[in-house]
C-alpha cells in the first residue's frame, strides 16, 4: 500500500506520513501535483489535514474511496521499520481495515493497530496515534 497526502501537505502531515509508513511497513510518496488517479493502479491512503495536522485518513482501492476516518494525531518520537503491525479489535471495522490494508489480525505483537471505539496505534506498548 502507498501512503501520500493532500498536494501541499505541513511539515507535520509529511512527518507523520514518513512515520506511518516506517510503522505499517508502506511506501510514502510524496504527491506533488500528482492527481489521485495517478495511484489508482494500486491501494493508497490519502492523508489528509485538519488545521495543517493530519485529521483524516481515506482509504482507496481501484480509484474509488472505501473508506475514510477522521482522527486526532500526536507525533511521539521516531519510529524505526520494525515488524509489522497487526490489528486488534472485535468491531466489523477492524475486519474491514484489515481486509482494506492487507494487514493480518492477531494477538501479540510489538506494533498493534487496535480498533475498539476509536483507533489507536501502539509500537512497543507507546501510544503513536490515539
Not at 46 to 53: A, H, Q, S, T, W
Request: net charge positive; with cysteine.
Amino acid at each position: 500500500m502507498i501512503i501520500t497526502t493532500a498536494r501541499k501537505p505541513s511539515s507535520k502531515t509529511r512527518i507523520f506520513c514518513k512515520h506511518l509508513g516506517r510503522f505499517t511497513g508502506w511506501m510514502y510518496v510524496t504527491r506533488g501535483k500528482t492527481s489521485l488517479q495517478g495511484f489508482a493502479d494500486e491501494p493508497f491512503l490519502l492523508v489528509g489535514e485538519y488545521k495543517g495536522n493530519p485529521g483524516s485518513f481515506s482509504f482507496f482501492l481501484n480509484g474509488k474511496c472505501v473508506l475514510s476516518i477522521r482522527a486526532n494525531v500526536s507525533l511521539d518520537t521516531d519510529i524505526g521499520i520494525g515488524v509489522e503491525p497487526v490489528i486488534q479489535g472485535n468491531i466489523p471495522l477492524a475486519l474491514d481495515i484489515s481486509r482494506i490494508t492487507g494487514l493480518r489480525t492477531a494477538e501479540g505483537s510489538k506494533r498493534v493497530i487496535k480498533i475498539e471505539k476509536i483507533l489507536n496505534l501502539y509500537a512497543m506498548a507507546n501510544p503513536i496515534l490515539s
